[in-house]
């Protein structure tokens, strides 16, 4: 069989994430098991390989792997060789040798993930590539909304904030947009990427139509990325973009990947109202990615290899 | 005083029999029998017309073209201190590979080429070791950290050709002032990488559609026009010579006309990379596709190549800029910007600009023969008289670029696995035999009337 893995969104097709996620519905049905294990993955290693900070995908990425009953080795780049100047292609070459089934990397650069399916034969899944993807989050996001509505077909659907700095804006357009949701990103005009409309969305520079969106779906603005001002200050920001229970209409859904800045992009009002789905995309997490393991590891292909 | 560099090569004793000699500034786009009789170019016969020399060899130009020696004003060739990606012995290989007959190479080593003593070795390391002569730019301000000036009298006396700081701009406009009012003491031709820092920041590739979706940080295209004119107006100002490296978009175009037009002594250079390819090859995130300036759009791209045909911009550049394999393979973000040029100049800009009818042969042979002439040195010619400075190519031949690896130190060519047609099969510099196909070899020897 050959090397398959999960790079980008672009990598798998309508049918494919309709598929991964039916898996995932029957995988939540195991995490309300007591004993919340299968065996689909016994005697096979999971290399998780973080080189940025993460708490909930490195965390429900080991948990997913550990629940199909892999053996489960997780790196970080704090401590590791990676540290002693390691290049990223010796890591993978060090790791192959430990016979890996799949690679979960996340890297805060674009490509990394490609690069590795290219230098091993593990599937690679890839965990976050600097700004350009996250596509386990934007399936988990995709899984969270089918939940609350049924579909996706002509939903319309809301990003709001910092858009240049988040890879999770890009794979989820191309997911929202692949299950067939029309999507509008709106945002300080310094954090909206020039020519971010080829990815199939529209462009609006304020929040005043944000009536017409079904689902509000709040980046995190992400600090630790930004090295110069991209906007005057943090309450500038909040008093333009900001989204508080106010600011939502009733029926709209509230959706953010975390972890929030809570009072910058979100209110305490706006995360804690009923129309928050944000417990259950970190609910979803373990499942999906259960479903991606098991799709790529022991499924019949659903996604397509990577050239 | 010499300023171009190579090593001593036996003087060329040749007669090329029936090849298509195209020389646009001679005027000659025919068949021609080409006699070489001690490194210089003796006689032009028609085919079949000049008798067998009683010394030396003869070749069948049959089905072939001789061009006047191609020329590159921009390449890097690493030495002093970076020989594990270029060193003088290897990139004037890859020259000559490519039919080059002279380069000038650049000042952004390291040590950086800032002291007449650092060039000084360089010109006697180029006069051992070089296939092809060499010529240097020394930087324009010390460690090319833009802040204090060079000793550019010093520097031109122990034999640079010019100044740049390329690879990098000179950002304050209050130093390039100064700069282009010494000029009038030392001479010398002012060449310029543009660039304004406050707007390419931490760009690793053109801004636009594709670096939206790839979630890459972008270089604007007004980062570089915007210096182009602004370096135009202070150059006009104190009506000095200086001259605009790797123009690479649009915008850049309009901002050189321009100057061009308001009559400042300024002349451009464009790449073969950013006249054949765009920012869309960078979706495989292939570092080769990493160079500064950036592939940019298909508009930029044709802006370029119509700049290239009308003369706006004077010549082709290669910015031949090796880098090691462990530096490439890495994540694009982190990979150091450059692609190697030489060995494939001439092909893909046959392939992909004459081939497909964008520009005329005869221009492109012109513009790919200019660039050194901008710097003051003698521009090929085929006649009688000249040095024999041409090269051989099978305009027939089509191969695929390092399928057979390559004569430069570094693979890192942003047409590497293409297949191109053109194939250079002789080079003659400075009327030394600098490149020779192997087939041409086997073929001479065959040949009968071929003196060994």
Known sequence: MSARHLISIEDIDRAGIERILDRAESFAEVSGREIKKVPALRGRTVVNLFYEASTRTSSSFELAAKRLSADVVSIRSAGSSVDKGESLKDTIQTLSAYDPAAIVIRSPHVGAARLVAGWCDAAVINAGDGKHEHPTQALLDVYTLRGALGSLDGVSIWIVGDVLHSRVARSNILAFKRMGADVTVTGPPTLIPRGIEELGCAVQPTIERLGEADVVYVLRMQHERMHESFIPSLREYAARYQISAARLAPRQLLMHPGPVNRGIELSADAIDSPQALIGEQVKAGVAVRMAVLYELLVGTPVLAAVA | MARLFRRPLPPAELLIRGVHVLDPRADIDEARDVLIRRGFIAELGAPGSLPVPDRGEVLDGSGRHAFPGLVDPHVHLRTPGQEYKENLETGTAAAAAGGFCALIAMPNTAPVVDEASVLSSLCDAAAREAHVPVGFLASITRGLAGEELTEMAALRDAGALGFTDDGRPVASAGMLRKALQYQRLCGGVIALHEEDPALSANGVMHEGA???????????????????????????????????????????????????????????????????????????????????????????????????????????????????????????????????????????????????????????????????????????????????????????????????????????????????????????????????????????????????
């Open chain 2, 210 to 452: 594709v670096s939206a979706r790839l979630g890459l940080t972008g270089i604007p295209s007004i980062s570089e026009s915007t210096m182009i004119a602004r370096d135009a107006a202070i150059a006009g100002y104190e009506d000095a010579r200086v001259h605009f490296q790797h123009l690479s978009c649009i915008e850049s175009v309009a901002a050189l006309a321009a100057a061009k037009q308001a009559g400042g002594r300024v002349s451009g250079e464009a790449c073969p990379h950013h006249l054949t390819l765009t920012d869309d090859v960078v979706r495989t995130l292939d570092s080769r596709f990493k160079m500064n300036p950036p592939l940019r759009s298909e508009e930029d791209r044709r802006a370029l190549v119509e700049a290239l045909r009308s003369g706006v911009i004077d010549c082709v550049a290669t910015d031949h800029a090796p880098h090691a394999r462990h530096e490439k393979e890495v994540p694009f973000e982190q990979a150091p910007m450059g692609t190697t040029g030489l060995e494939t100049a001439f092909a893909a800009l046959y392939t992909e600009l004459v081939l497909t009818g964008e520009i005329e042969l005869g221009i492109l042979i012109e513009r790919m023969t200019a660039g050194t002439a901008l710097y003051g040195l003698a521009t090929p010619r085929i006649a009688p008289g000249e040095p024999a400075n041409l090269c051989m190519v099978d305009l027939g031949a089509r191969w695929e670029v390092g399928a057979n690896g390559y004569a430069s130190r570094s693979e890192n060519c942003c047409f590497h696995g293409r297949a191109l047609q053109g194939r250079v099969v002789l080079t003659l510099a400075d009327g030394g035999v600098a490149f020779r196909a192997r087939m041409l070899a086997e073929a001479a020897a065959q040949a009968p009337g071929a003196i060994a």
